[in-house]
C-alpha cells in the first residue's frame, strides 16, 4: 500500500505539472532563461500540488490495495478466519491520519510560502529579472509606431547596449537601456545616456540629451492582464489569526475566518477517505467493475469545488457551511459502511452495473424498433414502386399475370424423359393461349 500511496502522488503530481505546464509557457514566450523561470514557478506550486496529490493518493492507494484483495480472494480468508474491516483498515486508518496531519501542515503553512514566492517570480518577471527573448540586430515592431533594434544584449547584466528606437516622430539613440513587463503587459524601456531627436519642421530637428529616459509601449497581441492574486492565499496561519483578530474591516475577518475553516475542513476531511476507499474500493464477488472508484473521485472533486466556493462566495457562514459538508460527507460514509456490511462488498458496483445493463437494452430496444420502422417504411416504398398503373389495358394486365404463371411453372420444371416433356409444353401453350 505504501508504494501505491508514493506512486499514486507522484503520477499526481506530474499530470497538475502537465496541466499548467502550457499557462507557464504563455508567460514566458518573452522570457530569455526560460527553463529557470519554469523551474522555480513549479517549486513554487509544488505544496500546492503536494496538498491536494496526497488527498487523491490516499483514496486511490487504499481502494486499489482492498481491490486487489478482493480479486485475489484475500478478503474471504481474512473474513472466515474473523478477522473484522475495522481490524484491515487499522494500517489505512494510521495512513490517512499521517496524511491529513501533513495536509494540514502544507496548507497552513507551506503553500502559503510557495504562493509568496510565485508572486516574487512574477514581479521579478515583469521587471526583466529574467531577461527578455529580444534578439540583437533585430528591428523589432512592438507597436504600430515603435520600432527598436540594438547592437548586443548582456544576458547577465540584463540590459542591452547601442540602442536606437523611433517613437512616431521622434528618434532615440541610447548607448544602454533594460526592459520589462508590468501587469497591462506594457514594454517598460528604460534608456540611459541617449538623445532624443524630434522634427519640428521640414529640415529642422529638436535635439535633447538626457540620462535616463523610460518609456511605456504597449504590444501588439498582448495578453490579458492577470488578476490579483488572493493575498489570503499567501498567508500562514499565524498571519491569518492576527488578520481576525486586528483586520479593520468585517470583510476582511470574515475572508480570513473563512480561510482557516477551509484549510482545517480539507485536513477533517482527509480521514474519513480510508473509510470510502475500502468501501468503493472492493468489487463485487467474481467480478471486477470499478464504478465505486469512479465515483470516490467524483466526490474528492466535489468538495474540493464546493470548499472553494465556500471560502469566495459564503465566507460569512463559512464555519456554519463547512461543517454542513463535513457532516454531510461523514453521514454518507457511516452510511455507506452498514450499508457495505448489510449488503455485501461491491453494492455500488451491482447496483450501477444493472443501471448500466438496464439503459443498455432500452438503448437496444429503441435502436431495433427505429430499425423495423425503417426496414417497413423502405418496404412500403418498394411496394409501391412495383404497383401496376391502373391506366393500363386490361391485355398489359393479362399478359403481365400470364408472364408470372409462366415463371412459376418453370420453376418446378421436371426433367425430359420423352413423355413428361411434351406434356409440359402442351400445358404452356394451353398456358399462353388462355
Known amino acids: 500500500m505504501g508504494q501505491a500511496y508514493l506512486l499514486i502522488a507522484a503520477t499526481m503530481f506530474l499530470l497538475m505539472i502537465v496541466e499548467h505546464l502550457p499557462r507557464l509557457l504563455s508567460l514566458a514566450r518573452d522570457i530569455d532563461r526560460t527553463a529557470l523561470f519554469i523551474g522555480e514557478s513549479l517549486a513554487s506550486l509544488f505544496p500546492e500540488y503536494l496538498g491536494l496529490g496526497l488527498v487523491v493518493a490516499l483514496f486511490l492507494s487504499t481502494a486499489l490495495t482492498f481491490r486487489r484483495m478482493a480479486l485475489t480472494s484475500e478478503l474471504e480468508i481474512w473474513s472466515a478466519a474473523g478477522v473484522s474491516d475495522f481490524r484491515l483498515l487499522r494500517v ?15 496548507r497552513l503553512y507551506a503553500q502559503p510560502l510557495g504562493e509568496t514566492n510565485l508572486q516574487r517570480i512574477g514581479e521579478q518577471a515583469r521587471a526583466g529579472d529574467y531577461g527578455l527573448g529580444l534578439p540583437p540586430k533585430d528591428i523589432l515592431t512592438p507597436s504600430e509606431n515603435v520600432t527598436l533594434t540594438f547592437d548586443h544584449v548582456d544576458r547577465r547584466a540584463g540590459r542591452f ?29 528604460t534608456l540611459r545616456d541617449g538623445v532624443v531627436l524630434k522634427r519640428k519642421g521640414v529640415d529642422e530637428r529638436e535635439r535633447t540629451a538626457f540620462r535616463v529616459l523610460s ?48 484549510r482545517l475542513a480539507m485536513g477533517a476531511f482527509t480521514i474519513l477517505l480510508p473509510f470510502l476507499g475500502f468501501v468503493l474500493g472492493t468489487p463485487p464477488l467474481r467480478e471486477s467493475s470499478a464504478f465505486g472508484i469512479f465515483a470516490g473521485l467524483i466526490l474528492i472533486a466535489g468538495y474540493v ?4 466556493g465556500i471560502e469566495g462566495s459564503l465566507a460569512a457562514v463559512s464555519l ?3 461543517g454542513l459538508i463535513l457532516s454531510g460527507f461523514a453521514a454518507a460514509t ?21 443501471l448500466l445493463a438496464r439503459m443498455t437494452r432500452r438503448l437496444n430496444t ?3 424498433k427505429a430499425e423495423m420502422r425503417s426496414e417497413v417504411q423502405r418496404s412500403c416504398a418498394r411496394d409501391e414502386a412495383q404497383q401496376i398503373d391502373p391506366e393500363q389495358s386490361r391485355d398489359q394486365i393479362e399478359q403481365s399475370r400470364g408472364e408470372q404463371r409462366l415463371a412459376v411453372l418453370g420453376e418446378y420444371e421436371e426433367p425430359d424423359d420423352g413423355r413428361s416433356g411434351g406434356g409440359q409444353a402442351d400445358h404452356l401453350e394451353e398456358d399462353r393461349a388462355h
Do not use: W, Y
Open 320 to 322: 456554519a457551511a463547512n
Open 366 to 368: 429503441r435502436r431495433q
Open 92 to 106: 489505512p486508518i494510521i495512513l490517512g491520519c499521517a496524511t491529513a496531519i501533513l495536509v494540514l501542515g502544507v
Open 334 to 354: 457511516v452510511l455507506l459502511f452498514r450499508l457495505h456490511s448489510r449488503m455485501g462488498r461491491g453494492f455500488i458496483d451491482r447496483f450501477a452495473g444493472r
Open 305 to 308: 469545488r464546493a470548499s472553494a
Open 215 to 262: 518609456l511605456a509601449i504597449p504590444r501588439r497581441g498582448a495578453r490579458a492582464a492577470d488578476p490579483v492574486a488572493n493575498v489570503l492565499d499567501q498567508r500562514d496561519l499565524i498571519q491569518l489569526m492576527h488578520l481576525v483578530r486586528a483586520a479593520p474591516m468585517a470583510g476582511e475577518r470574515s475572508a480570513a475566518k473563512a480561510a482557516i475553516h477551509g
Open 161 to 189: 547596449e547601442g540602442v536606437f528606437a523611433q517613437v512616431d516622430n521622434a528618434i532615440i539613440v541610447a548607448q544602454s537601456g533594460s526592459a520589462g513587463v508590468d501587469r497591462q503587459d506594457q514594454l517598460l524601456l
